[in-house]
């Protein structure tokens, strides 16, 4: 099974601050990691598919990058909006992983 | 648009059969190549894959439900179930449905908006 660790666990940041959200793989996964939102109530949003492609919709201050066992989501320009928690998610292999998510707090 | 619901009984009883359906609308559950997925988030805490069916009725499990779990599909109805035997209180949590995006192995990019399953007596 491939473990994704996402640092760090909770983050409390101001509004347009940047904010760095890091996934780890316990293998390398090439581009198969994908990132999610979600906020409180909700079911996960997709933000951005195979580690750096933007899903349709999604606000232009997300952006990932990374290949192989090292990702990093990235939310420039923070909004009170985006208050929520993220997590990775694998598709290399079976079973499907997520990272343990990461909080996001607004200041 | 893909849309998906989660229905069945908001508690279930420890040791009993946890038994949920998700409803396709949108798209068939037997045509296009895309798994059909379960995934469970217990209270306060991340999200969890249980396992997936293929449009051709093929299934994989999370190896640590494996031989708790059963996924299967009724295509005439466009839905897809899911049932989990000898449920305990560590199986509490919201469970959703979701379909990958494209075909094979992907993102999740439609999901249910899920159903919250207590397990208590």
């Known amino acids: 099974e491939i473990v994704l660790t996402q640092s760090p666990d909770f983050q409390s940041v101001t509004p347009k601050e940047k904010v760095t959200i890091t996934c780890r793989a316990s293998q390398s996964i090439g581009s198969s990691l994908h990132w999610y939102q979600q906020k409180p109530d909700q079911s996960p949003k997709l933000l951005i598919k195979y580690a750096s492609q933007s899903f349709s919709g999604v606000p232009s201050r997300f952006s990932g990058s990374g290949s192989g066992t090292d990702f990093t989501l990235t939310i420039n320009s923070l909004e009170a909006e985006d208050a929520a928690t993220y997590y990775c998610?694998?598709?290399?292999?079976?079973?499907?992983?997520f990272g343990q998510g990461t909080e996001v707090e607004i200041k | 648009q893909v849309q998906l619901q989660e229905s069945g009984p908001g508690l279930v009883k420890p040791s009993e059969t946890l038994s949920l359906i998700c409803t396709v609308s949108?798209?068939?559950?037997?045509?296009?190549?895309?798994?059909w997925n379960w995934i469970r988030q217990p209270p306060g805490t991340g999200l969890e894959w249980i396992g997936h069916?293929?449009?051709?009725?093929?299934?994989n499990y999370n190896p640590s439900l494996k031989s708790r779990v059963t996924i299967s599909a009724d295509t005439s109805k466009n839905q897809f179930s899911l049932k989990l035997s000898s449920v305990t209180t560590a199986d509490t949590a919201v469970y959703y449905c979701?379909?990958?995006?494209?075909?094979?192995?992907?993102?999740?990019?439609?999901w249910g908006q899920g159903t919250l399953v207590t397990v208590s007596s």
């Open positions: 979701a379909r990958d995006g494209v075909a094979g192995l992907a993102y999740f990019q439609h």
């Open positions: 998610h694998q598709s290399y292999s079976l079973p499907r992983t």
């Open positions: 069916i293929y449009y051709n009725g093929s299934t």
């Open positions: 949108g798209g068939s559950v037997s045509s296009g190549s895309y798994y």
